[in-house]
C-alpha cells in the first residue's frame, strides 16, 4: 500500500492530543511530554516585548496604596512586626498576585475564543487539553509572580524586617496559579469580555479585600467572617503573612491553599476539555 493511500485511510483525531508524527513522545504525564512549554516561552516573549505595559499595570495599585499609608503613617521607622504597614505588605503583594496573574489571562482567553475563536486551532495542534491548559496556567502564574516579587522588593524599602524563605515563595506561587486557573475557567463560561469583567468586579476585586489584605478577617460581622474563610484567598494571605512576619506558618493553611489550586485547576480542566468538545 502506499504512502499516501495508507494516510488517507487513517482518521486523525483531533482535540484531546491528535497523535500525529512523533505521536511515541506524547506518552507520559503532560509535565514529562514537556509540550507546555512553547506556550510559557510564547507568552514571555509577547510579555517581554510589552514589559512595561504590564510592569506598570501590576505595580500601579499596590504601590499607590503603600504610599499613600506610608505617608499618612508617618513612620519613617516601621518594622515589619508591630506596625500597620507590616501587616499591610504581605497583603498588598498578595493584590499584585491576583491581578498579575488573573487579568490579562482571562482577558486573553476570553477574546480569543468568543472573537478570533483560536480554541479551534487548538483542535488541530498535537497538545493535550492538560499541557494546554498547564501552558497557560504557568506562564499566567510566573508572570504574577514576578510583578508580586517587585512589589515585595520595593514595599522592603519602606518597612524593615520582612523574613523570606523557600515556603514564603512557594505559598506565592500557589497565589499566582490558583489564580490563574479560575482566570481559565471563567474564560471558558463568559459569553464575552462583558461577562468576565462583571465578574471580576462583583468577585474577584472585592475577595481582595475581604480576604484580609487591609485588616484582620475576624473584625468582620459574623457571616461575613464565615464566608470570608471560605474564599480562596483568605487562607493563602494569612499564610504568607505568617511566613513573613514570623518566619512560621500554618500548615492548615498552606494545605487549604492548595486545596483551592488543585479544586480549581480541575474546574478550569474539565471547563476546557467541554469548550474544545462544543
Not at 61 to 87: C, E, H, M, Q
Not at 113 to 125: C, I, K, S
Request: net charge positive.
Amino acid at each position: 500500500m502506499k504512502q499516501g493511500n495508507w494516510l488517507q485511510s487513517k482518521k486523525l483525531p483531533t482535540g484531546e492530543g491528535a497523535p500525529l508524527a512523533g505521536s511515541s513522545l506524547r506518552v507520559g504525564s503532560p509535565l514529562a511530554r514537556l509540550d507546555w512549554l512553547p506556550i510559557v516561552l510564547a507568552m514571555g516573549m509577547v510579555w517581554r516585548r510589552r514589559w512595561w505595559r504590564f510592569l506598570i499595570g501590576g505595580l500601579n495599585r499596590p504601590l499607590i496604596f503603600l504610599v499613600i499609608f506610608a505617608w499618612n503613617l508617618g513612620d519613617k521607622a516601621a518594622t515589619a512586626t508591630g506596625s500597620y504597614l507590616g501587616f499591610l505588605v504581605p497583603g498588598l503583594v498578595v493584590m499584585a498576585a491576583v491581578s498579575a496573574s488573573y487579568a490579562d489571562l482571562v482577558n486573553w482567553f476570553t477574546l480569543r475564543r468568543t472573537f478570533y475563536r483560536v480554541l479551534d486551532e487548538y483542535l488541530l495542534a498535537p497538545i493535550s487539553s492538560s499541557s494546554l491548559l498547564i501552558g497557560h496556567v504557568l506562564g499566567a502564574g510566573i508572570k504574577g509572580f514576578l510583578t508580586s516579587l517587585l512589589v515585595f522588593l520595593t514595599a522592603s524599602l519602606l518597612v524593615r524586617g520582612f523574613q523570606f524563605s523557600i515556603l514564603c515563595f512557594i505559598q506565592l506561587l500557589i497565589i499566582c496559579l490558583t489564580f490563574a486557573c479560575l482566570a481559565v475557567a471563567v474564560a471558558m463560561v463568559a459569553g464575552g469580555d462583558k461577562d468576565t469583567l462583571m465578574f471580576t468586579n462583583l468577585i474577584v476585586f472585592p475577595m481582595t479585600f475581604f480576604c484580609g489584605t487591609f485588616f484582620p478577617v475576624e473584625q468582620l460581622p459574623g457571616p461575613l467572617e464565615c464566608l470570608s474563610w471560605g474564599l480562596p484567598l483568605t487562607a493563602a494571605t494569612y499564610n504568607l503573612r505568617a511566613l513573613v512576619l514570623t518566619g512560621t506558618g500554618k500548615p492548615g493553611w498552606f494545605f487549604q491553599s492548595l486545596g483551592w489550586l488543585a479544586g480549581l485547576y480541575l474546574v478550569a480542566y474539565f471547563l476546557l476539555r467541554w469548550r474544545l468538545k462544543d
